[in-house]
């Protein structure tokens, strides 16, 4: 069964710094990869999909990487803002998206 | 606005009360889905739909029980719920199911709060 990972569970950093959150899973046998961001309360956005194929995706300040090999993914965010605090999702499927499989999220505070 | 609206976004109800979770997307896609979110959990996928029929439930209590009169609506009728199902219950859409790299559009939720 697969099992995903996200370390640390809550992250708090001040504005201006570049960070990185953390995804693990126990099974490479998959075929893609997202980050979701959640508000509190409210409901997930995705942010980036990576295919298995693929090392990396980019948008905006965001940056995500996947090691299929090591079962890890990292999001890279860029010159943080206050704005970006929210809980970040990753979640892992062997194909389609109703297979998907969430982590726990790392609640990032970024203070002004 | 991302196009999955679901009412109401708070709720709170007895044990003995019954009540239903209504969710509307409008983007035209063919495939819904039902998720618990418990505090501190991992989203838990209870129930799909796709072109108006259930195509999976996760072992959910029959306490929950899910409708899906046509492709744009889907409903999550409750009753009898226990303490423990007081979570944030979001809706999802996907434009087909079954799709290798179909993107989730998620709605806002409805946070129960089961007295």
């Known amino acids: 069964k697969q099992e995903v990972t996200q370390i640390p569970a809550a992250l708090s950093v001040p504005e201006g710094e570049n960070l990185v959150l953390n995804c693990s899973f126990t099974?490479?046998?998959?075929?893609?990869l997202q980050w979701f961001r959640q508000d509190p309360g409210k409901g997930l956005t995705s942010l980036l999909l990576?295919?298995?194929?693929?090392r990396e995706q980019t948008s905006g300040r965001l940056n995500a990487s996947l090691d299929k090999s090591s079962g890890r993914s990292t999001l890279y965010i860029a010159a943080s803002q206050p704005g970006d605090s929210a809980t970040y999702l990753c979640?892992?499927?062997?194909?389609?998206?109703?297979?998907?499989?969430f982590g726990s999220g790392t609640q990032l505070t970024v203070l002004p | 606005e991302t196009g999955v609206t679901q009412t109401p976004r708070h709720l709170v109800m007895g044990m003995t009360n019954k009540k239903s979770l209504k969710c509307e997307q409008h983007?035209?896609?063919?495939?819904m889905y039902w998720y618990k979110q418990s505090a501190k959990k991992p989203l838990e996928l209870m129930f799909v739909y796709s072109l108006e029929e259930r195509v999976e439930n996760n072992s959910v209590p029959s306490r929950f029980s899910p409708e899906c009169p046509n492709s744009s609506h889907l409903f999550l009728h409750l009753h009898t719920l226990q303490p423990e199902d007081s979570a944030l219950y979001l809706c999802?859409?996907?434009?087909?199911?079954?799709?290798?790299?179909?993107?989730?559009?998620f709605g806002s939720g409805t946070q129960l709060s089961v007295l």
């Open positions: 999802a859409s996907s434009q087909d199911l079954g799709k290798t790299g179909e993107k989730l559009f």
């Open positions: 099974d490479s046998a998959i075929y893609n």
């Open positions: 990576i295919q298995s194929s693929q």
């Open positions: 979640a892992v499927s062997p194909g389609s998206a109703r297979q998907l499989t």
């Open positions: 983007l035209g896609h063919n495939a």
